[in-house]
């Protein structure tokens, strides 16, 4: 298995905190991305990493940013939690252009 | 419309059968194609990837990319019942950004 590793694993967050979420990988694979995972939307690209201190946003990246200083680590922020970004979050990770993407365990994030 | 569109199922077969799942992408220019398997509660795990038209095997598995029709499908042989999950299409589009864009997935019951 791919060493990617997620955290927190779970999390309960309230209205306006906000929350960061941490991937690390030991693969150093190049691309990294943040996807949300919510019934009746499937996956849903926040944002992506192609190196180091590069990214880019994906279809629903607002209230979110990020952040990599380094090669094996993939920050994702939310501002200012939300009752909608209650979902599971993954992060994904590929080593090169057009081949196969590994999944971190995911976080499910729970804001009341 | 979604780029990547498969039905959402249930598809339920039984168990030794043939299981045949199926998805419909946009992008004409799109290169490479990959199908997950996602149990309940878990991240999702490659099964299989194709990268060229006809078909590909590995054990009870076979992806069929058809490339001009701009389908692929997952066949998987002689279902078990520990097949009973939902199953992930995802695409890789032209275009330089080499994100993976998934569909909302299958979900497969193999019943006894």
């Known amino acids: 298995d791919a060493g990617i590793t997620q955290s927190p694993r779970h999390k309960v967050t309230e209205t306006g905190t906000p929350v960061t979420l941490r991937c690390h990988q030991t693969e150093n694979h190049r691309y990294m991305y943040w996807y949300r995972q919510d019934p009746g939307h499937g996956l849903r690209l926040i944002h992506y990493?192609?190196?180091?201190?590069?990214?880019d946003k994906g279809e629903v990246s607002d209230g979110y940013s990020v952040s990599r200083s380094k090669t094996e680590d993939f920050l994702l922020t939310l501002e200012s939690a939300t009752s909608s970004q209650t979902s599971v979050y993954f992060c994904v990770t590929g080593p090169s252009m057009n081949t196969e993407a590994f999944f971190g365990q995911g976080t499910r994030l729970t804001v009341v | 419309q979604k780029e990547v569109e498969q039905n959402s199922g249930p598809l339920s077969v039984p168990e030794g059968a043939i299981a045949s799942l199926n998805c419909t992408y946009s992008d004409r220019g799109s290169q490479s194609f990959f199908w997950y398997r996602q149990y309940s509660g878990k991240s999702p795990e490659l099964i299989m990837f194709?990268?060229?038209?006809g078909d590909k095997e590995d054990g009870r598995f076979t992806a069929q990319l058809n490339k001009a029709s701009q389908y692929v499908s997952l066949l998987i042989r002689d279902s078990q019942p520990s097949d009973s999950a939902t199953y992930l299409c995802a695409v890789i589009r032209s275009g330089g950004s080499y994100i993976p864009t998934f569909g909302r997935g299958t979900s497969l019951i193999v019943h006894p």
């Open positions: 990493s192609y190196g180091v201190k590069d990214t």
């Open positions: 194709i990268y060229s038209n």
